[in-house]
């Protein structure tokens, strides 16, 4: 069977994460490794490996993801705005194979990204 993902061991509770929101589809928790003042990493509890492996059966999850990170950006406050990023593939630079969504803010974002 294959290595669970780092964000898969979170899910499960066998790694420790400071989560800012959960529900029964998705985790929100901060990056370990923060980019901005405010890094949040948000996943489906469905492990999906990235963009490129969302079936028409994701749907419906992959889309509450985004009502989640909107749930979590007013909890936290994120009035000045926010960007949302998702790495796919080799050249993106994707590290973790679990489908996730960068949520930053907290600074002025640059664009475009490197
Ligand atoms: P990617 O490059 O795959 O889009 O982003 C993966 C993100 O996960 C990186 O920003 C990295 O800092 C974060 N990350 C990697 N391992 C851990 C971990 O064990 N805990 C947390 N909270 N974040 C992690």
Sequence with gaps: ?????????????????????????????????????????????????SVDDVKPEDEAVVGHLFTAIRAVAAKLGLTGGYRVVTNCGRDSGQEVMHLHFHVLAGRRLGWPPG
């Design 1 to 49: 069977m294959a290595e669970k993902t780092i964000f898969k061991r979170i899910i499960d509770g066998e790694i420790p994460a400071k989560i800012v929101y959960e529900d029964e589809h998705c985790l929100a928790f901060e990056d370990i490794k923060p980019a901005a003042p405010t890094h949040l990493i948000v996943i489906p509890k469905r492990e999906i490996a």
